[in-house]
């Protein structure tokens, strides 16, 4: 498994909550790592993407200022936060890995495994 | 909210080819590679093509994807039931600075 995800967590409106994608230094560093959410009767949509080696984010118009993407180089992990859920923020958010330095290049072929998030008011 | 639009459903016998139609603007698919995903509810999305035609490995050739200016597609030929599934395009949009999906279009085996 490349890409190891955080169990599913059930929070309440207004919460903070950050949840992680965990792989290795040498497997994600020096690509670029997705979020991507998955609501139930809606499509996939990006969050951001962030290349860990030097922190470079990119967050798509939807999220920016919503959700907060991070990463630790030591140890191969990408984050990302909320500060105070709401109930919109219930979803599966999924991290991949793309395929290459180019933030353009949209190969991503590994994925993790997951997390649901699920905000109740 | 996407720009690019997908029709949101698409079915077949098995055996016969579905074709899958995206369409962009300049900034997006007119300027940049195009990406498709599979995704089965349960499971986490999986690439089925990049660079506008090429498939990662492991991936069937009865998968084929073409762009045209600012459209792109993808024909599954010889549909199968495991074919079922949401099918999602992709592209960098040079407006918005940032990925987008297509809004997806459900394949149903008859």
């Known amino acids: 498994v490349l890409l190891e995800q955080s169990a599913a967590e059930a929070k309440k409106s207004g919460n903070s909550l950050t949840i992680s994608c965990r792989g290795s230094?040498?497997?994600?560093?020096?690509?670029?790592i997705a979020w991507v959410r998955q609501v139930p009767g809606k499509g996939l949509e990006w969050v951001g993407l962030?290349?860990?080696?030097?922190?470079?984010?990119r967050y798509t118009p939807s999220f920016r200022g919503q959700v907060t993407i991070s990463a630790d180089k030591s140890t191969g992990t990408a984050y990302l936060s909320w500060n105070s859920l709401k109930a919109s923020d219930s979803g599966m958010y999924f991290c991949?890995?793309?395929?290459?330095?180019?933030?353009?290049?949209?190969?991503?072929?590994?994925w993790g495994q997951g997390t649901r998030v699920t905000v109740s008011s | 909210q996407s720009v690019l639009t997908q029709p949101p459903s698409a079915s077949g016998t098995p055996g016969q080819r579905v074709t899958i139609s995206c369409s962009g603007s300049s900034s997006s698919i007119g300027s940049n590679y195009v990406f498709w995903y599979q995704y089965v509810p349960g499971t986490a999305p999986r690439l089925l093509i990049y660079d506008n035609r090429q498939r990662p490995s492991g991936v069937p050739d009865r998968f084929s994807g073409s762009k045209s200016g600012t459209s792109a597609s993808l024909a599954i030929s010889d549909l199968r039931s495991e074919d079922e599934g949401f099918y999602y395009c992709a592209t960098w949009d040079d407006r918005l600075s940032s990925p987008d999906f297509g809004t997806g279009t459900k394949v149903t085996v008859l």
């Open positions: 991949a890995r793309g395929g290459s330095w180019l933030v353009k290049n949209l190969a991503f072929d590994y």
């Open positions: 230094p040498t497997t994600v560093n020096t690509y670029w």
């Open positions: 962030i290349y860990p080696d030097d922190s470079d984010i």
